[in-house]
């Protein structure tokens, strides 16, 4: 028999400075988002993803599947770097990720609609 859901409250959003993330490497970051969607939280990351990392993402949220965890949902958008940021980015092997990521459960993240510099999203609580 299924596991009833307690009904919650609200839903809680966490948002992640640049700096913050920035702190840690790639691994750890894909931890702590894990754990916290798996919470059932909603992260802003100020920080957008390269398709590698977004691959990796999908990668571990498939193989944490299973009854309790549906997987997750994300959706952000890249601000567009002018061309002085690219260079550096290039010399100094640390691309500029300026941009932003939503990432939460895909059981509470319901509705997202992007567009190039915008998000919106409706979350449902259970």
Known sequence: M??????????????LSKLRLQEKAFT????????????????????????????????????ECDEKFPGIEFSGFDSQNNWIERIIGRITGKPNKNGLLIVGSSDIMEKVQEDKDAISMIAKLE
Not at 2 to 7: C, Q, S, V
Not at 45 to 51: F, M, N, T, Y
Request: hydrophobic content about 40%.
């Open 28 to 63: 750890e970051k894909l931890d702590m988002i894990m754990d916290s969607v798996k919470d059932e939280n909603i992260l802003v990351l100020e920080e957008a993803l390269d398709p590698e990392e977004k691959a990796k993402l999908i990668e571990k949220s498939m193989e």
């Open 2 to 15: 299924a596991k009833k859901k307690k009904k919650k409250d609200g839903v809680k959003i966490e948002f």
